[in-house]
């Protein structure tokens, strides 16, 4: 199974925002053709990659990643205020 299928087989739809958007990177990876694609040309050559290209994808990247690490923060912080609570609850009732 390719990596795309096997990914989109295991996600969570609730989390599915929170997930880094292969598909846009990707995407984003591909400059634009040199000449419109033809019936004749359906696959024309591309521009070549530049720095400037390089560095709007470390952006679009570096957005994705804070996008994860920020959902993941909360969800730790969220993990944490749960264990607090039940240690306290399991602290109540052995006292």
Same mark, same amino acid.
């Given at each position: 199974? %390719?990596?795309?299928?096997?990914?989109?087989?295991?996600?969570?739809?609730?989390?599915?925002?929170?997930?880094?958007?292969?598909?846009?990177?990707?995407?984003?990876?591909?400059?634009?053709? $040199?000449?419109?694609?033809?019936?004749? =040309?359906?696959?024309?050559? +591309?521009?070549?990659?530049?720095?400037?290209?390089?560095? +709007?994808?470390? +952006? $679009?990247?570096?957005? $994705?990643?804070?996008?994860?690490?920020?959902?993941?923060?909360?969800?730790?912080? $969220?993990?944490?205020? %749960?264990?607090?609570?039940?240690?306290?609850?399991? =602290?109540?009732?052995?006292?």
């Amino acid at each position: 199974m %390719r990596f795309g299928q096997q990914l989109r087989t295991s996600l969570i739809k609730d989390w599915y925002y929170y997930y880094i958007s292969y598909d846009q990177l990707k995407a984003s990876l591909k400059t634009d053709y $040199e000449t419109p694609p033809t019936s004749e =040309n359906p696959k024309p050559a +591309r521009k070549a990659w530049t720095e400037d290209d390089e560095q +709007r994808f470390v +952006r $679009e990247l570096e957005q $994705e990643l804070d996008k994860v690490f920020t959902f993941q923060k909360v969800k730790s912080q $969220e993990i944490v205020r %749960r264990i607090k609570a039940s240690e306290k609850e399991v =602290n109540d009732v052995i006292a």
